[in-house]
């Protein structure tokens, strides 16, 4: 039977290369007496192991039906529920309080991300960029990737049984179009801009008399709830190439750790799509998508890591005394546009609600619940989202997929212009390393900022890099750069870049740090801070990747042991001193935050045999973990370390646990407490406390929480009840080491965390999840001699019509 199928691949991949080299009506010729489909799209897709599709096709739709049939098969409920959210129908089917999965906006309830959707829908946004000619819009290659994949999502639905009891059966599931691909690719844009504050531009409405009198938003208050809202750390990523300076054969490496979330619309999905002498690249692409987001070919690999650049600005608008519904803009009045938007509700009667546009952007009456922007009687304020112009983003996934070094990819970025909140980190088989913050940002200069910010922009902009800049004055407005493909975004010449230095990594930080030996500055506050205190993480990850640089002779292998060495900075800094501080304590007791002594001299042992590492067999992990969160949400972190943070030192500072500070032995008492009552010994294996649980099955999950400042991430759910975390939200998740070694078949090992499926029947639900658990990889199959070696080698040829 393997010979059999063998011999099928072959066959379909000869015949496919065949029609790809002849004359272009002889192809098509060709291509459709080997594809009897009567004239619809096709394509042949091999599953190697983990269910990992391997899609050939003879153009660019044909490979797009490939993909959207090879992600319905897997991800169809999650898909489908994400088009219900993109049609702005999820109040319709679900009702209007229930929330969705917060892949596609921050809006919390149905009935917010309906309004915003259904007016994206009623605008008709998505189609106007669609329709703009490239390199401004979408490309024709993408456009035919988009409508392939919509018709291959709906031959999948037409043709195949839904076994997810998430939505078999269910009336929502429904064949999709090309627009509503391009929505999501549309939503995934604004995520960092106008989607993270859909509520506050579905609420806004023009001011009562009683409301007329809103308090202004408290300054200092402000730019700390912006700081917060712009912190990457819910969804992060780290990346590192190495040079060929560093490597053991001159080629580069690259490892990517994108932490995403293991549920819902923005997961991964593995797959290769090859249109054979056109393309071949291999990777993770985000579930909905065309193209592959994060991944490699055979002589170049790339990796992204979420960006600290501020994707969004607010106009503080000066209202007409006449009508809050009119802005002034340098004396003259401007009408505000009503957008009428009508949502239907399940059991109930349609709600209808308007939605306010300016020359910037919607009126918005808050950026999160801690970020109010009150809509008053003399003042409003509205968002500009340059990525609401912006359906570029596959354009240059696609071009990443052709490149051929790290200069390719630099100029796939120059050109293409669209990617919205990301980093770049990519290495080549020639040796050569490349980081640049290319980001599509609103063109907010520090010149600008000074002259235009209002009084509240003054302490939101050096803080975060949330610009509110004086609507009422023209000359406030963005500028434009010579050498970008929209008005009022910085070009790339604008762009932090780093190439060719022996390492280049990023772990959420901003550029200045991608390379200590070498900080990038003279980029302006919107795309991030300079000679600020980095994260743990970040400061974990450039120690470990400096040490590797230093170190020298690299190979894939050193790639494979970073991303599972588990080691907790967090831990090395302070756990020998917070052991020695417990076994000071006077009788070995601590008073716990409700007055209650409790006997800690157990865990002073414990803390000091630990060690220092997240891995699933470590004991004394989970004391450490749970002590390190509660020492630092009650101790300021001012009155944390002896040594502060300097600027001139910033990987090794702040450091040297302050034993004195108040709170400490708190921390500790509060833990123990916690761990005795949930039933938890204090030494547990970490694995016993954190894990996932897939059908019956407890799946150990190694790894640590942001604070930790563990490169692999993950953060789990606590239950209290077990002293256990017991699902994961987000962290590791498509995670690729690759490099070179002269042949034509880069050198990759791939894991994708969370697996292919969302379907629990599937056989591909968790089977990648204990290779995580295990610490084991999957060895790329992108050359065709591995892949049809593969023992569970089954190939299919899916056609539009049976």
């Not at 992600?71 to 089917?93: K, N, P």
């Not at 990519?426 to 209002?454: K, M, N, W, Y």
């Not at 040297?656 to 709170?663: F, K, R, V």
């Amino acid at each position: 039977m393997r010979t059999r199928l063998r011999r099928f691949a072959i066959t379909a991949v000869t015949l496919l290369t065949a029609a790809a080299s002849l004359p272009s009506a002889a192809a098509q010729q060709q291509g459709n007496q080997q594809h009897p489909s009567h004239g619809g799209l096709s394509a042949v897709i091999r599953y190697t192991e983990y269910g990992i599709p391997h899609i050939v096709a003879k153009d660019y739709a044909n490979l797009g039906f490939g993909t959207g049939w090879a992600q319905a098969a897997d991800q169809v409920c999650t898909l489908a529920d994400g088009f219900l959210t993109l049609r702005g129908e999820r109040s319709r089917f679900f009702g209007p309080d229930g929330a969705p999965d917060g892949s596609l906006s921050s809006a919390t309830s149905n009935l917010s991300s309906d309004l915003y959707f259904h007016g994206v829908r009623d605008a008709g946004t998505v189609e106007k960029l669609l329709s703009e000619p490239a390199p401004q819009g979408p490309g024709r290659e993408v456009k035919d990737l988009m409508r392939g994949w919509a018709a291959g999502y709906n031959a999948w639905l037409a043709q195949n049984r839904i076994t997810d009891p998430a939505c078999g059966g269910a009336a929502w599931v429904r064949p999709v179009t090309t627009l509503d691909v391009a929505s999501r690719s549309f939503a995934l844009a604004v995520l960092g801009g106008e989607g993270r504050g859909v509520n506050g531009i579905t609420a806004a409405q023009p001011p009562t008399t009683t409301s007329s009198v809103a308090a202004a938003p408290d300054a200092k208050s402000t730019a700390l709830a912006a700081q917060e809202l712009f912190d990457t750390a819910d969804m992060g990523s780290n990346a590192v190439a190495f040079s060929g300076a560093t490597t053991a054969n001159g080629r580069g490496l690259l490892l990517g750790n994108p932490h995403y979330p293991w549920q819902g619309g923005r997961r991964f999905w593995q797959m290769q799509q090859t249109i054979p002498g056109e393309l071949n690249v291999m990777g993770g692409a985000l579930l909905g998508s065309a193209t592959v987001s994060i991944g490699h070919n055979a002589k170049v690999a790339w990796s992204h890591t979420v960006a600290t650049g501020t994707t969004l600005n607010l106009h503080q608008l000066t209202l007409d005394p006449a009508d809050p519904t009119s802005y002034l803009v340098d004396g003259k009045a401007e009408r505000m546009t009503k957008r009428t938007v009508t949502v239907d509700v399940k059991d109930g009667a349609p709600v209808t609600r308007t939605q306010w546009w300016t020359r910037y952007g919607p009126v918005i009456t808050s950026l999160g619940a801690q970020l109010p922007l009150p809509w008053t009687s003399t003042t409003a304020y509205a968002v500009n989202d340059p990525n609401a112009a912006n359906l570029r983003a596959s354009d240059t996934g696609l071009a990443f997929s052709k490149s051929r070094n790290t200069a390719d990819v630099l100029t796939s970025l120059k050109r293409t212009q669209g990617l919205p909140w990301v980093n770049t980190v990519a290495a080549d088989s020639a040796g050569h390393s490349l980081f640049t913050q290319s980001q599509v940002l609103p063109r907010i200069t520090d010149e600008l900022a000074q002259r235009c910010s209002t009084a509240l922009g003054k302490v939101t902009y050096p803080s975060s890099g949330l610009a509110v800049l004086d609507g009422s004055r023209g000359d406030c407005a963005l500028g434009s750069d010579p050498d970008a493909v929209q008005p009022g975004i910085f070009g790339p010449a604008k762009m932090p870049v780093l190439k060719d230095a022996p390492y280049a990594e990023n772990s959420n930080d901003s550029a200045w740090l991608a390379n200590a030996d070498q900080p990038l500055t003279g980029y302006e506050r919107v795309f991030g801070s300079l000679g600020t205190q980095r994260s743990m993480r970040t400061r974990g990850a450039v120690e470990d990747v400096a040490t590797l640089a230093e170190k020298g002779r690299l190979t894939v292998r050193d790639l494979q042991a970073q991303q599972f060495a588990n080691r907790v900075p967090a831990g090395d800094l302070i756990a020998q001193d917070a052991a020695r501080a417990c076994a000071g304590l006077p009788g070995g007791t601590a008073t716990g935050s409700n007055g209650t002594a409790v006997d800690v001299s157990e865990a002073c042992g414990v803390l000091k045999s630990w060690d220092r590492t997240m891995n699933t067999d470590s004991r004394g992990a989970l004391l450490f973990d749970r002590f390190w969160r509660k020492l630092t949400a009650t101790v300021p972190a001012a009155q944390l370390w002896k040594v502060p943070f300097s600027a001139a030192d910033p990987v090794r500072t702040p450091n040297t646990l302050n034993t004195d500070a108040p709170g400490l032995a708190t921390a500790l008492a509060d833990t123990v407490t916690e761990l005795r009552t949930a039933g938890t010994v204090l030494d547990a294996r970490l694995g016993a406390n954190q894990y996932v649980v897939r059908g019956d099955k407890r799946i150990p999950v190694p790894g640590g929480t942001e604070s930790l400042g563990v490169w692999n991430k993950v953060e789990g759910v606590w239950n209290p009840t077990a002293g256990a975390y017991t699902e994961v939200t987000t962290g590791s998740s498509y995670i690729q080491a690759v490099g070179w070694d002269g042949s034509q078949c880069p050198v990759a090992r791939t894991l994708l965390t969370y697996s292919q499926s969302s379907n629990p029947n599937s056989a591909h639900y968790s089977d990648q999840t204990r290779l995580f658990s295990g610490e084991r990889w999957v060895t790329s199959r992108f050359c065709e001699k591995d892949i049809l070696s593969s023992p569970g080698l089954r190939v299919v040829r899916v056609n539009e019509h049976r």
